[in-house]
């Protein structure tokens, strides 16, 4: 072989796959990517980790030296899910507002959160139908999500101050009620839009569906 036609191959362009092994966070981020989309549309059951990789583009082998097996990739993508609508829910910066304005800013975030990132919601369903086990695993559930809480407990002790909030509310009650009727409009959307014949996922439904929402948290907020 010439002299040539080795420096010619050695300067031959960096494939994707080289890119990402110099840069692990790309990598890591990319693969689970690929693992939310595919578990959200397949379960844990049916996704498959060759089309995760394929997704991803990377090989198998990277895949797992990342995350070990497709359980421990499953884990790493609901706490990557969970991280990212906790993530926005702080750029929000409810502590800033006026109480209402805070708690209409949240149901407001949380309702169209769920319509643009239908696998948040898929996610949920898979590990609820393995009973939280994966999440209750991981140890990090509490961290990740207990912040919303605390945040919520300053906005409605300082309505409960002004006049405006009722004083015997819990913030997680409150956080789950929201987060919930949002959750099942969602997650129930097919069965519902048959059964009353309605198109649910049609804007007017979706925005009428939403002003009721405001209207339900709100009026029991009051005092």
């Keep these: 072989m010439t002299e040539a036609v080795l420096k010619s191959r050695s300067r031959r362009p960096a494939s994707a796959e080289d890119a990402r092994q110099r840069n692990p966070e790309r990598t890591r981020a990319a693969i689970l990517e690929a693992a939310v989309a595919e578990f959200s549309a397949h379960g844990l059951g049916g996704a498959r980790i060759d089309a995760i990789a394929a997704r991803a583009g990377v090989n198998k082998r990277m895949l797992y030296h ?6 421990a990739l499953f884990t ?3 706490l990557h899910t969970y991280e990212d609508i906790r993530h926005s829910e702080s750029d929000l910066h409810l502590e800033a507002m006026e109480p209402a304005q805070a708690i209409a800013r949240l149901i407001d975030f949380t309702f169209d959160y769920f319509l643009d990132h239908p ?56 956080y789950v009620s929201v987060a919930g009727i949002c959750y099942f409009y969602f997650s129930n ?13 049609a ?5 009428a569906r939403k002003r009721h929402v ?6 029991y907020l009051r005092p």
Aim: net charge positive; proline share 3%; aromatic share 6%.
């Design 214 to 219: 405001l209207e339900v948290i709100l009026g």
């Design 203 to 207: 804007r007017p439904m979706l925005e």
């Design 66 to 71: 990342y995350f070990g097996n497709k359980e």
């Design 76 to 78: 790493a993508a609901l």
């Design 119 to 174: 696998h948040f919601v898929s996610m949920l369903n898979t590990e609820n139908m393995h009973r939280a086990r994966y999440l209750r695993g991981s140890g990090e559930g509490a961290r990740i999500n207990i912040p919303v809480v605390q945040t919520l407990e300053k906005v409605l002790a300082r309505g409960a101050g002004a006049g405006v909030f009722r004083r015997d509310v819990d913030p997680v009650q409150l």
């Design 189 to 201: 959307i097919h069965t519902l839009s048959t059964i009353f014949e309605r198109d649910l996922a």
